[in-house]
């Protein structure tokens, strides 16, 4: 059974930096979790609808939303079954509830932003930015 366990998140001021962390444990069905699936944050503001934020393929090629591009980054550590999103000169729109998700055996490059295709999620973690 596959695991997603959030963490980093808080509250920060207009410009400031947040580190989140995605602690992945147990293989599915699918094998490791990092060998075959797309990975993701995602994030979620009160009244609107899931959003991906960015997405890692197995390969490591990335894609980012443009709303956060230049200021966030993701990474991945296969020792440490983790995954990061470093995120710098927060705005107050980046204000959410940001989730970690992986998704079923994609090949590499194709990943997407939809969170329809992602299988495993964890429980979140709050971010809030004041202005």
């Known amino acids: 059974q596959v695991q997603l366990v959030e963490s980093g998140g808080g509250s920060v001021q207009a410009g400031g930096s947040l580190r989140l962390s995605c602690a992945a444990s147990?293989?599915?069905?699918?094998?490791?979790?990092?060998?075959?699936?797309?990975m993701g944050w995602f994030r979620q503001a009160p009244g609107k609808e899931r959003e991906g934020v960015v997405v890692?393929?197995?390969?490591?090629?990335?894609s980012y939303a443009d709303s956060v591009n230049g200021r966030f980054t993701i990474s991945k550590d296969h020792a440490k079954n983790s995954l990061y999103l470093q995120m710098n000169s927060l705005k107050p729109e980046d204000t959410a509830m940001y989730y970690c998700?992986?998704?079923?055996?994609?090949?590499?490059?194709?990943?997407?932003?939809?969170?329809?295709?992602?299988?495993?999620w964890g429980q979140g973690t709050q971010v809030t930015v004041s202005s």
């Open positions: 998700a992986a998704s079923r055996p994609r090949p590499p490059g194709y990943c997407t932003h939809n969170p329809e295709e992602y299988l495993n």
């Open positions: 147990g293989y599915g069905s699918y094998g490791y979790i990092f060998s075959s699936r797309c």
């Open positions: 890692i393929d197995s390969d490591g090629a990335t």
